[in-house]
T-cell receptor
Framework: GAGVSQSPSNKVTEKGKDVELRCDPI?????LYWYRQRLGQGLEFLIY????????KSGLPSDRFSAERTGESVSTLTIQRTQQEDSAVYLC?????????????FGPGTRLTVL | DQQVKQNSPSLSVQEGRISILNCDYT??????FLWYKKYPAEGPTFLIS?????DKNEDGRFTVFLNKSAKHLSLHIVPSQPGDSAVYFC???????????FGQGTTLQVKP
């Protein structure tokens, strides 16, 4: 598999439950990004990783959101005590490094629905 | 505070004609601009980009123009093809974090 993969592809959960979203970046890509897209809106930046480090967490919408990356590979985005406004498509992307001219390759996304 | 704006939610053009998608930005610190294309149920795919030191970049049928004084960029597709029908996102980046700020997207429909 040469591309970015994400799991699950769809997640339906009840308000108040915790969810964990997974991203497998392209092998060798040191930079990893999380975005979300609410219905009818553009992509909203959440957080980026350089290696396993996340220097800027200011894009996370609230303290219910957290993310980690291990082994400069897999990343997980965790949303605690989900709310209905968390419903969105969560997209992960990876690139060779943080330099702007390096193309970001996106995964297909995880569609999260909070009932 | 929407730093990148695409004011046209949709655009419809005839096959073979030119498609022009527009994007405005407010942050003068942005130094790299990109266009992404997105089909339903797929992640966005990179289309074309331009550095702030240039005013035009061309790749086949796709050309991006940058007007820094107006803080405006546009994507021209010539000739348009039905397979170009998708949502197009404008994005901007600065300070080499790789963090992309996206516009709301424009849905392009190319009619056969």
């Amino acid at each position: 598999g040469a591309g970015v993969s994400q799991s699950p592809s769809n997640k339906v959960t009840e308000k108040g439950k915790d969810v964990e979203l997974r991203c497998d970046p392209i092998s060798g890509h040191t930079a990893l990004y999380w975005y979300r897209q609410r219905l009818g809106q553009g992509l909203e930046f959440l957080i980026y990783f350089q290696g396993n480090s996340a220097p800027d967490k200011s894009g996370l919408p609230s303290d219910r959101f957290s993310a980690e990356r291990t082994g400069e590979s897999v990343s997980t985005l965790t949303i605690q005590r989900t709310q209905q406004e968390d419903s969105a498509v969560y997209l992960c992307a990876s690139s060779l490094d943080l330099r702007s001219y390096n193309e970001q390759f996106f995964g297909p996304g995880t569609r999260l629905t909070v009932l | 505070d929407q730093q990148v704006k695409q004011n046209s939610p949709s655009l419809s053009v005839q096959e073979g004609r030119i498609s022009i998608l527009n994007c405005d930005y407010t942050n003068s610190m942005f130094d790299y601009f990109l266009w992404y294309k997105k089909y339903p149920a797929e992640g966005p795919t990179f289309l074309i980009s331009i550095s702030s030191i240039k005013d035009k970049n061309e790749d086949g049928r796709f050309t991006v123009f940058l007007n820094k004084s107006a803080k405006h960029l546009s994507l021209h597709i010539v000739p348009s093809q039905p397979g170009d029908s998708a949502v197009y996102f404008c994005a901007a980046s600065g300070s080499n974090t790789g963090k992309l700020i996206f516009g709301q997207g424009t849905t392009l429909q190319v009619k056969p």
